[in-house]
């Protein structure tokens, strides 16, 4: 029989790509009010739901943690995770982590998986290639730094056998295969599986599932280690992009594929 296990997942509430994005603040922090899930945490989702279903679910003892750092509404990415099937959500949430850059937010984050871990170790840690506001790509390696743990990042397969991670990471010319023993970080990117959908039942059945709030306090971290005063980076001014410009129009009049190759050439687009 193979052994239970305890993934959290790192899912986020980013501003929904629909709309515009806006700063707002003395800190230019990114303005949150129409967010959503971020679409590339869901493949990190679909990832820890097929490990755990593959060792017969929840019912088994297995699961999936969707765990999310944010304002109050980003409790709204963890009620989603749950209608996926995510068995239960954590939400850590405190104003002082307002404008915290990856580092701070890896800080933060570690001490939440940390104590996560108190009630049982975690096997996995699965997050997303990149969050869809800042895409850095950065929190990953950082977190597994700070936890002390192996990482494997951008997989585009992911097994589990024993006490190992085994995973695929494929770049333009070549796949290479890594292994690292649990407990493990892991970054998935968007080729590794295809997402599942909130059905009724699912939906239904998060509303039995547990959220759990924690503050800084409540996992060990100093507020002056995190937000503004505990990032390594800061924006210090930003202004709204200008409005497009009418484009380029080349009428026919014989001679348009002349105009085009200048007009290309002029561009350095030649």
Known sequence: MEETLKIIVLVKH???AQFDRHLSGEGHTTDRDESIL???DEYALEAALQLIEARGGSKAGNKVIALSMGPAGAVNAIKKSLQIGATEGVHLTDEALTGSDAAATSLALAAAVRHLGGDGPVDLVLT????????TSLVPAQLA????LPQVTFASSLEVDGGRVTARRDADTHSETVEASLPAVVSVTDQINEPRYPNFKGIIAAKRKSITTLSLADVGVDPSQVGHAGSWTT???AEERPPRTAGTIITDEGDAGI???DFLAAQKLL
């Not at 997303?128 to 895409?135: I, P, V």
């Not at 730094?145 to 002390?148: C, I, M, S, T, V």
């Open 14 to 16: 980013v501003p929904d």
């Open 38 to 40: 971020s679409e590339l």
């Open 128 to 135: 997303g290639m990149a969050s869809t506001d800042g895409e």
């Open 145 to 148: 730094e700070r936890l002390g």
């Open 235 to 237: 924006v210090t001014s």
């Open 259 to 261: 105009k085009l190759v």
